[in-house]
């Protein structure tokens, strides 16, 4: 089975789930921001969907939660749907277990945290106590007065930290999973000064690589990062002779279609967004033949409207601009598809022709073996 | 095209008020269900059909190996009559060409060929997730790469005139352009082509036709799309391969009036048949594909239209001439002066030949190899029959006896063939099969006859690469062992109680050979626990004519059919492989069949005294581990194996361990009675006495050598009194540190131990 990944309507809010060859689920970013008491809300029940695709996976857990920044938008409602080992005690068996849970070091060093973004943090401190189950995106060294200051010695714990520049220890191309994850963001230089973060520039940004037969296929996650952050990791992979991990066949936008991922200025009226010279090439130049852009967004807004006036992404000017990429690139936004008025999930599978669109004709069998049907 | 097309659809007809009930379920579902796979634009209402328009997500991948685009508009048309198949319509002008497209007339865009099935058959579980779930998996299909698949036919068999055609692929490939000829076939409506040498003499009655075969130049995966409705467009279609069939045609109608008068009319005046040949290339491999379209006029009428040839009154006084003249000097016009011929496509059928019969049976490559086959009863013709139509080998069958009644029994032969000879029939069975003719001969005489036929069978044994014995007898399989023949030798038997076959293989390099095979397949019958009803049970006897010899037992021709085709596997598979084989089926009353292997062994063989004396490599084997158990004491028991008196062949197949009460001493050995009795004549039963006692064994210890003792010397006179009883010398074996000896009456021979002293 080749792997997946599964995008869900979650207005501007991220979620995208990988199937792996192995089975094995992995979960980058997971906002369940539906409201289940609003039945005009189009966002999907998060919490269904990826219950309902470790049943058809044939998994009882994840294998990765991966945070890539704590804003909500992005670990909204992980404490209810996620089994957190820090609070043992917690009603809720039914909850989903973790493996890995992968945080960004800003995670760990930013201090009074809220809600879902505090449980992530206690989560990610609970688990490196523990030693195991957890991985900190970052140089183990910028942490350690931080640390140790909560109680913690690193030492032991190195290889629980995953720096900018290397993959991810665990998983291959030539295993079972068949896949890597390159790590290009955050930058360890950046976490020194812990009194001011800037969250999206400590988001984790990975290049995931899916291995089909000959085919590798690379999935772009830049998590929320402005063109300022893309243009450092541009500027940093060229001359760490680490282009090819920029290059892409999947990408996930960064910031909901935001203009500022792009370049400075938002372009006016019906213009596009005009890109920097790295956030070009990284777009343009790095971008496979056929390939895919997925914007995590509310609909890209029509002309004249009030969300088109909205300083708040998805910007038209954005959309403008990917979609005028040529060879044959695919633009998709996830609260669009298939329609603006019933969006649904959907996924691409990694092929060994390259990433292609799963699909399938609903049917019944398919309805019935993804349901629960109760009789009295 | 397609807008013309679309025109015949009148619009703005809502879903629900679609003639086709189909097309109303369709876009229902898609509406509903399907939003993420197709969206409907909109829904048509022709005269004869209700037409659903969609944008369909593909699912193309990103290295797609056809032009297909993410989203295609596609128009499913429904017929109004159920029992038309909807024709599913990508609606792009340059929808690229691919494999499993319908022949669509020119005028509308072409259809995807989804279903293969029958629409008769696929309707009747027709639902709107099916034909969207067959849609999606054609362009998966096609993205991967699946659709130019070298194999598949160029003209989809759906949509043709039902005309179907039988073409020998002999005569496609044949360079002499010797004209060929159709006739009418079957019940009438169907033709078939042959050479004009083929033609009986005094003519053929029926229709004839005056076949032209065209073939186009070799090019890269461009199918005929559009079926040509008239020779004006095939002209066209073959004019862009570079073929200009006014000038083949015009050339044909010359070449017709040169034939003999035996069939010029038929040429000439005989309906016109195109066959177009074409070489298909895709990724390396090339596959020729033949379609054929029937001309409305006869070739004669076309050189007309095409300005070489004046028609002519029909003289009645003489119907045998053609109905046309040429036209001196003239040259063809061009093609479009035949924009009224219509062309009725058919369906081309290769005959059935051996590449085809190989193909359909799965074998790796055609397989021509010489094979005699002796003995046309209820196994060899089975077999033999089993084989040839997987296209194998030539055959030579050798079989002296005629059919009778009761053979009728169990044979591919019938009653007609009664007391006509076995080798004959099966010969001519054979040759019906495939349309090749060198598939069979017969040489009805016996295998070991030293008169009749002799010379012409020891030519067709010499020149063989196989020979199968199926003679179900004892003494010709020895014949065949021993014949002067380089070929290998395999043979089948059933059990006498038919719940059983047995195929024997040599190896190549002929090692062990069928007499060896024979004697270690009855050593297995005589030990192993899986084989020990082989020869146990025997079937109830049935007189067939008045003699004692003429019974034959009950053996219905089911179990034939199934324990022939398991020898046929055996003896295909033990062909393509350089190891010899031992294999028997056993079948169970139910009808499961058990299929068991043994490994054929290279046998030591030594002359003594005018004998051949085989010894089996497990008795050597035995006899080494047995001595080396009982060191310092002697050891030894009784053996057992096969004889052939008239050929003075002994092979020993087993050396029994010392019986209970045996004396062992460093200096001699008693070999006790216990369990001797039972051991000799559980061998004898189980093995329908063809495995018996032979002699004895012992073992000296180390330093004592392997010459017979003054003792050993007595056992011998003791043991040829016992054996001579049956004219049979006495056999001792004397194993020792270096080598064996074999004492037989008076003679002796000493085989050295392969690897010295083995412990």
């Given at each position: 089975m080749?792997?997946?990944i599964t995008?869900h ?8 789930v990988?199937?792996l ?34 049943r058809?996976a044939g ?15 992005h670990?909204?409602?992980?404490g209810d ?10 009603p ?8 890995e ?19 992530v ?15 900190i ?10 640390l ?5 010695n ?5 290889h ?5 520049g ?5 998983f291959s191309?030539?295993?079972?999973e068949g ?11 950046k976490?020194?000064?812990g009194s ?5 520039a400590?988001?984790i940004?990975?290049?995931?690589v ?5 085919r590798?296929s690379?999935?772009l ?15 940093i ?19 909901h ?20 010279s790295?956030?070009k ?10 390939a895919?852009i ?11 409207t ?12 954005a ?11 695919s633009?998709?936004?996830t ?17 060994a022709l390259g990433?292609?669109p799963?699909l ?7 309805r ?9 | ?5 679309l025109t ?10 679609l003639r086709?009930?189909e ?5 229902r579902?898609?509406e ?5 796979v ?30 297909i ?7 499913i048309?429904f017929?109004?009559?159920a ?7 990508p ?16 005028d509308?865009p ?10 008769s058959e ?10 969207l779930g ?5 362009f ?7 659709l ?6 160029i003209?989809?068999?759906?949509i043709t ?25 079957g ?23 005056s076949?032209?075969?065209v ?6 995966m461009?199918?005929l ?7 004006s ?19 044909a ?9 035996l ?19 895709s ?7 033949t ?22 009154e029909?003289d009645p006084?003489?119907?045998e ?16 002066v ?21 193909r359909?049976?799965?074998?790796p ?19 033999a029959?089993?084989?040839a139509?997987?296209?194998?080998y030539?055959?030579t ?30 010969a001519?069975h054979?040759?019906?099969i495939?349309?090749?003719c060198?598939?069979?001969t ?18 067709v044994?010499a ?6 014995d ?21 043979s089948?038997?059933?059990?006498p ?8 293989a ?6 062990v050979?069928l ?5 270690q ?12 009803g ?7 006897r ?7 010899g ?13 324990l022939s085709?398991s020898?046929a ?22 009808g ?6 043994y490994?054929p062994?290279?046998p ?24 080396a ?12 194996g ?12 087993h050396?029994?361990s010392?019986p209970a009460d045996?004396?062992?001493a ?29 002699g ?19 056992q ?13 010398p ?13 004492a037989?009456?008076?003679h ?12």
């Amino acid at each position: 089975m080749p792997a997946t990944i599964t995008f869900h309507p979650l207005g501007n809010a991220d979620c995208a789930v990988f199937q792996l060859a192995d089975a094995r689920l992995a979960v980058f970013d997971f906002a369940d921001v539906r409201n289940p008491e609003d039945n005009t809300d189009r966002r999907c029940d998060l919490d269904a969907e990826l219950r309902s695709a470790l049943r058809r996976a044939g998994q009882g857990r994840v294998a990765v939660l991966c945070i890539t920044h704590i804003d909500d938008d992005h670990c909204h409602g992980i404490g209810d749907t996620f089994r957190l080992d820090h609070r043992a005690s917690y009603p809720g068996e039914n909850r989903i277990g973790v493996d890995e849970l992968w945080v960004p070091a800003a995670a760990i060093l930013e201090t009074g945290l809220k809600d879902d973004a505090a449980l992530v943090q206690r989560e990610a401190m609970h688990r490196l106590r523990q030693g195991r189950g957890v991985r900190i995106f970052s140089r183990p060294d910028p942490l350690r007065p931080h640390l140790l200051g909560r109680g913690i010695n690193i030492d032991g714990k190195r290889h629980l930290f995953v720096d900018a520049g290397t993959c991810v220890p665990g998983f291959s191309l030539d295993e079972a999973e068949g896949c890597e994850f390159f790590v290009h963001s955050p930058f360890a230089s950046k976490q020194t000064d812990g009194s001011y973060i800037d969250r999206n520039a400590n988001s984790i940004v990975l290049q995931a690589v899916f291995r089909e037969g000959a085919r590798d296929s690379r999935v772009l996650l830049a998590s929320d990062v402005t063109h300022e952050a893309l243009g450092d990791i541009v500027g940093i992979s060229e001359a760490n002779n680490n282009a090819h991990r920029l290059e892409w066949d999947l990408l996930k936008l960064p910031h909901h279609c935001s203009y500022l991922s792009i370049g400075p200025e938002r372009g006016a009226g019906d213009k596009a967004t005009v890109p920097t010279s790295k956030t070009k090439r990284l777009f343009e130049n790095y971008r496979a033949d056929n390939a895919v852009i997925v914007s995590t967004s509310k609909p890209i807004p029509e002309a004249g409207t009030k969300e088109d006036r909205d300083v708040q992404p998805p910007h038209r000017q954005a959309a403008n601009y990917h979609r005028s990429q040529g060879r044959g690139v695919s633009f998709r936004v996830t609260m669009e598809d298939p329609s603006v008025a019933r969006p649904k999930p959907f996924a691409y599978k990694f092929t060994a022709l390259g990433v292609a669109p799963a699909l399938a004709a609903p049917d019944a069998a398919a309805r019935t073996a993804r349901s629960n049907p109760r009789a009295g | 095209m397609i807008e013309a097309w679309l025109t015949g659809f009148a619009r703005g007809v809502a879903a629900a008020e679609l003639r086709s009930t189909e097309a109303c379920a369709f876009v229902r579902y898609l509406e509903r269900y399907g939003e993420g796979v197709g969206r409907v634009v909109e829904t048509r209402e022709g005269e004869h059909s209700s037409l659903a328009v969609f944008d369909l997500q593909t699912g193309r991948p990103q290295n797609s190996a056809v032009e297909i685009e993410t989203v295609e508009r596609i128009g499913i048309e429904f017929p109004h009559d159920a029992l038309g198949m909807p024709m599913v319509r990508p609606l792009r002008a340059n929808f690229p060409v691919t494999g499993h497209q319908h022949l669509s007339l020119p005028d509308r865009p072409p259809a995807i060929c989804i279903d293969e099935r029958a629409w008769s058959e696929a309707r009747l579980t027709w639902g709107p997730p099916d034909l969207l779930g067959y849609i999606l998996n054609w362009f998966r299909r096609a993205a991967e790469g699946e659709l130019h698949d070298t194999a598949q036919p160029i003209d989809p068999n759906l949509i043709t005139s039902g005309v179907r055609i039988l073409v020998p692929r002999r005569l496609l490939d044949r360079k002499d352009r010797e004209p060929l000829i159709g006739l009418t076939k079957g019940d009438g409506g169907d033709l078939e082509i042959i050479g004009v040498e083929d033609v009986r003499e005094g003519g053929v009655l029926g229709g004839m036709f005056s076949p032209l075969l065209v073939t186009v130049p070799p090019e890269a995966m461009t199918r005929l799309r559009f079926a040509p409705g008239t020779l004006s467009d095939l002209a066209d279609f073959l004019a862009e391969r570079g073929v200009d069939l006014p000038a083949l045609l015009a050339e044909a109608f010359l070449a017709a009036l040169d034939t003999s008068p035996l069939y010029r009319k038929p040429l000439v005046d005989g309906g016109l048949l195109v066959l177009v040949q074409m070489s298909i290339t895709s990724g390396g491999a090339t596959n020729v594909q033949t379609i054929a379209f029937l001309a409305d006029r006869s070739l004669g009428q076309v050189a007309v239209d095409l300005g070489v040839a004046h028609a002519c009154e029909p003289d009645p006084k003489n119907p045998e001439l053609v109905n046309v003249v040429r036209a001196i000097g003239a040259t063809p016009l061009k093609a479009s002066v035949l924009a009224g011929a219509r062309l009725l496509p058919c369906d081309v059928h290769l005959a059935m030949d051996r590449i085809a019969a190989s193909r359909f049976a799965g074998t790796p490559a055609q397989d021509a190899r010489r094979v005699v086959l002796v003995g046309a009863g209820a196994i060899g013709s089975h077999l033999a029959t089993c084989l040839a139509r997987e296209g194998r080998y030539l055959w030579t069958i050798i079989d002296p006896d005629v059919i009778s009644p009761h053979n009728v029994a169990r044979h591919v032969a019938g009653h007609t063939a009664v007391f006509r000879n076995k080798a004959e029939v099966l010969a001519e069975h054979l040759s019906d099969i495939l349309d090749e003719c060198d598939v069979a001969t017969a040489i009805p005489y016996d295998v070991t006859s030293s008169d009749e036929g002799h010379d012409a069978i020891d030519a067709v044994l010499a020149e063989a690469d196989l020979i199968i014995d199926a003679t179900a007898s004892l003494a010709a399989a020895r014949y065949l062992s021993d014949h002067a023949s380089s070929a290998r030798r395999l043979s089948a038997f059933f059990n006498p109680a038919g719940t059983a076959v047995v195929v024997l293989a040599e190896p190549a390099d002929r090692s062990v050979t069928l007499r060896d095979l024979e004697a270690q397949f009855l050593q297995n019958v005589a030990r192993t626990a899986s084989l020990e009803g082989h020869y146990g049970t025997e079937s109830d006897r049935i007189a067939y004519s008045g003699g004692c010899g003429a019974v034959t037992s009950v053996f219905p021709q089911s179990r034939v059919a199934v324990l022939s085709g398991s020898a046929a596997i055996g003896i295909a598979q033990a062909a393509e492989r350089e190891v010899g084989d031992i294999r028997v089926w056993s079948m169970s009353i139910g009808g499961a069949v058990d299929c068991h292997a043994y490994v054929p062994t290279v046998p030591t063989e030594v002359e003594i005294g005018g004998w051949t004396v085989s010894l089996d490599a497990i008795v050597l084997k035995r006899i080494v581990a047995l001595r080396a158990s009982a060191l310092p004491d002697e050891t030894g028991g009784v053996l057992t194996g096969m004889v052939d008196i008239p050929a003075k062949r002994l092979h020993v197949l087993h050396a029994a361990s010392p019986p209970a009460d045996s004396v062992h001493a460093p200096a001699g050995f008693v070999r006790g009675t216990d369990g001797v009795e039972a051991h000799l004549d559980r061998v004898r039963d189980r093995t329908m006495s063809q495995v018996r006692y032979l002699g004895e064994w012992h073992s000296h210890p180390d330093g004592s050598g392997t010459r017979p003792s003054a003792v050993d010397l007595e056992q011998l006179d003791w043991l040829s009194a016992t054996l001579g009883m049956e004219e049979l010398p006495g056999l001792m074996t004397i194993i020792g540190g270096y080598s064996i000896t074999i004492a037989f009456g008076p003679h002796t021979a000493t085989i050295p131990l392969p690897h010295g002293k083995t412990a």
